[in-house]
């Protein structure tokens, strides 16, 4: 059984800066392309950020680009997501995925989700 576990969120101000982790319990965690979704109220969930599985490449949802930087830790069973420059349009409730296999940033693609960090972003 898979679990991700998402903490950093909370209540922010714009231009605010903060970072979301998500820690895994799969064994082999390397092996896996870990993203992050987000999905505002009313809002369908959608790609944010992908990272490979050793980390050396990532891709970005326009939107975050230059502001957003995800990394991982294999070590330690971790991904993050450094969100930079906050605007109230970030405010979503973010979710971590997995999958194994090909690269993808579609989110019927990923098997595994944590169950969120709510962002709340206040002008």
């Known amino acids: 059984q898979v679990h991700l576990v998402e903490s950093g969120g909370g209540l922010m101000q714009a231009g605010d800066s903060v970072r979301l982790s998500c820690t895994a319990s799969m064994s082999a965690f390397g092996g896996y392309i870990m993203g992050w979704f987000r999905q505002a109220p009313g809002k369908e969930r959608q790609f944010v950020s992908a990272?490979?599985?050793?980390?050396?490449?990532?891709d970005y949802t326009d939107s975050v680009k230059g502001r957003f930087t995800i990394s991982r830790d294999n070590t330690k069973n971790t991904v993050y997501l450094q969100m930079n420059n906050l605007s109230p349009e970030d405010t979503a409730a973010y979710y971590c995925a997995a999958k194994r296999g090909a690269w993808s940033t579609r989110r019927g693609e990923y098997d595994y989700w944590g169950k969120g960090t709510l962002v709340t972003v206040s002008s």
């Open positions: 990272i490979s599985f050793s980390g050396s490449s990532a």
